[in-house]
C-alpha cells in the first residue's frame, strides 16, 4: 500500500465548551446547571484520600495556579491538565488544574478539532464526553432528576446540531447520552436523537459499579430494543462503571494504567452470557479503548463454558442458543490503539471486529502522528492492504453504518 487511507478514529473526546448548558438550559436552571467558574488556588489530597481544590486568596503557595472549574448543584469540578493532555499543557501532571486558555483549541472547538484531524489524517471521529463522564454518570449522580434530563438533552442536541453540524458533517460522528437513571426516559431519549440523526449511545460498562441493574436483569431491555430498531450502536469506554482495577491502595498508578482492560473484559462476558444478543439479534455493541489482545482468550473460555453448560449454568442455552463465538461477527467490536499482539493475532480476534482509535486530546494519543503509529502497527502485524482498509476505516464503516454520513469507502 502506497498510503495508509484516511483514519476513522472510533474514540476520541470533546472537552465541552463553557457555555455549552448556559447557551441552552432555561433561563431559571441558569444558577444551578452547569457553567465555568474561574478560580485560584490548588489540588490536595484530604486527609480521606479524597482530591479537593483549594481556594487560595491569599496567593501565597507556590502550586497555586488560575483555572476553570464546572460548577453544576453541589457538583464543583476543576478541569484538568489529564483532559487534554495534548500540546501546552503536555508535560503537566493528569491531575494539574488548568483552564481553557491553556488547552489545545482542538479539545473544546470544532474548527480547531477538525484542523488537527487534518494534521493527523483523520477523516471521522466519534467523540466521547468530558464534564458529563463517559456515559452521563455527571447527570446519574444528581439529585434533581428534571435538571439532569433537561441536561442530557441539551448536550445531545449541542453534539448533533452543533458539533456534528455545519463543517463538522460527516467528520464528526454524533455520540448521544441517555438519562441512565430511567430505562423508558432512555428509549426515549435513542429514538428522539435517532430522528435527529444520532446513532451511536455511550453506556456503562458494567452499570451495577454505577449503583443500576445489570444487563442480566431486563430492566435494559427497552433501551436495547430502541438501540436495535433505530440501528444505534451501544458504545462503552473504560471507565464507564466510575470504577478502573487496582491492586491496593498504595498501588502506583502504572498498576491501573496496565489494568485498564479489565473491565472491558467483564462487560465483554457478561453480554455474551447475558443472552442479549440473541434477543435483540441485529443489536451492535462497541467497546471502546479495551484493546483487543484478550479477546480469543475470553472467547475460547466461554465457548467451552458453553459446551459443558451442564457442568456451570443449566439455563446457558436457553438464554444463547449458539455459541458465545457465533454472536461476535458484525456485532461485538473492539478498536485498539497499540495493541500490537492483538494485530498479530487478528485472525483469531476477528478481523472484521477491530477498529481503530486516535484518542485525542488524552495521552494515550500519538496525534500528530498517528498515522505513522498505525503504519508501524500494521507493518509489525503483516496486514495486507484489505485488512489495513478495514482496520484504519472499513470496519467503522460497518459498525456505525457511516454511509448515512456520505462515508462509503
Known sequence: MTELPRIISVDDHIVEPPTLWTDRLPSKYLDRGPRVERHYGYQNWDAGGKLEFVDDDRHDNPKSRWCDHWVYDDLRWPVQAGYAALGPVRGLEAMTPISYDEMLPGAHDQAARIADMDLNHVEASLCFPTIPRFCGQTFLEREDKELALLCVQAFNDWMIDDWCGGAGAGRLIPLT????????????????????????????????????????????????????????????????????????????????????????????VDWL????????????IAF???QVGWIPFMTERLDSIWERYDMYDMQMRERIPERPSSYIPGRVYGCVFDDAFGMVNRDAVGMSQIMFEVDYPHADSAWPHSREKAEKLVAAAGMSEREIWQFVRGNAIECYNLGQFGITD
Open 288 to 290: 471502546s479503548e479495551g
Open 273 to 284: 452470557t447475558s443472552g442479549k444478543l440473541a434477543q435483540f439479534a441485529t443489536l451492535k
Open 177 to 268: 447520552l441517555i438519562p441512565l437513571w430511567d430505562a423508558e426516559l432512555s428509549a426515549a431519549e435513542i429514538r428522539r436523537c435517532a430522528d435527529k440523526g444520532s446513532h451511536a449511545i455511550a453506556f456503562s460498562e458494567i452499570p451495577p459499579y454505577l449503583g443500576l441493574p445489570s444487563i442480566h436483569s431486563g430492566y435494559w431491555d427497552p433501551v436495547f430494543a430502541a438501540c436495535e430498531e433505530t440501528e444505534t450502536v451501544v458504545n462503552m469506554h473504560i471507565g464507564s462503571g466510575s470504577k478502573l482495577t487496582t491492586t491496593s491502595a498504595d498501588a502506583p498508578i502504572a498498576v491501573w494504567c496496565a489494568l485498564t482492560a479489565q473491565c472491558a473484559q467483564s462487560a465483554f
